[in-house]
């Protein structure tokens, strides 16, 4: 009797054995079907395209996972159609860079009606602006005169009260230093970023929403960093302004590509990236105002006065160069 009772444990326990690795096998393989999605989007942009995706039926077919603007160019250069992903939402000049050295993207299989020509790769998914904003409150209290242009705030009366973005951890701090490069060249423009830097101080900020934040904390009188968001803490009524700078408002594309596999997420992943664009801007483009499609339209406010494009293709390697000048600046 108790060798029939121990055998009849000993089969139920074998079989429960049998269940659970059917069930992880079973686990396994549905996760593998599911589209694996790498983003250097912020939570807006996340928000968003998850929000997308989901209305669209997709719902628990993806994994989304979010990683830093450096540490996702970093996979993507050095893994190529071995990284993990089925589909990448990253600034445009890592995505190019990456196809030029490992040709890791497939052409876009859907239709899109740009503003301006792009890769048959990838399409933008959104665009960032940069712009001067300034704490109206402090530059009263500091009888500062209103600047109008980056080099302004290079001025003895704004030491320690400007904040800008580094670039050296933010693809913000780019778009200051395209706009020094391309009105001052490097001879000048090396002068004029020492001057800024030094008067940032402590307020050299590794992220790019940081000088924002400082500006609407009141910690600084002004900044430098993504007009948008200068907009939208004006419009909720701080005391806040922005000023487009007289050396112009350069932009940053971030765009959706779908990585090259073998496999059956390659069709899915198509699939999703199409949603983001055609289902998911519409959100995006309240977040990130800057109109990248036929029919888009953004308010007057959401307008840089002075849009301008660096006169170099935007590279890995013009990055490189860039941050370089930035370091011999200091």
Known sequence: MFKTVKGIMLSLFVLGLVFALIACTSNKEDGSKKVVIYTNGDEEATMAMESALND???DGKYILQSLGTSELGGKLLAE???????????????????????????????????LEKYPPFYTPVLANTGSIFVNTEVIKQKGLMMPTSIKDLTKPEFQGLVSIPNILDSSTGWLLVQAVINQYGEEEGKA???DLIANSGPHLESSGSGPIKKVQAGEVAAGFGLRHQAVVAKESGLPIDYIDPIEGNFSLTESVAVVKKDDATTKLAMEMAEVIIKDARKNLITNYPVALYEGETVGANNKPAHSMKFEKPLTIELLEQHQQFFKSAK
Do not use: C, R, W
């Open 56 to 58: 669209a039926g997709y």
């Open 192 to 194: 004029v970023l020492h």
């Open 80 to 114: 190529g159609d071995q990284i993990e992903a089925n589909l990448v939402t990253m600034s445009s000049y890592f995505v190019e860079s990456a196809q030029e050295k490992h040709s890791m993207f497939a052409d876009l299989s859907f239709q899109t009606n740009p």
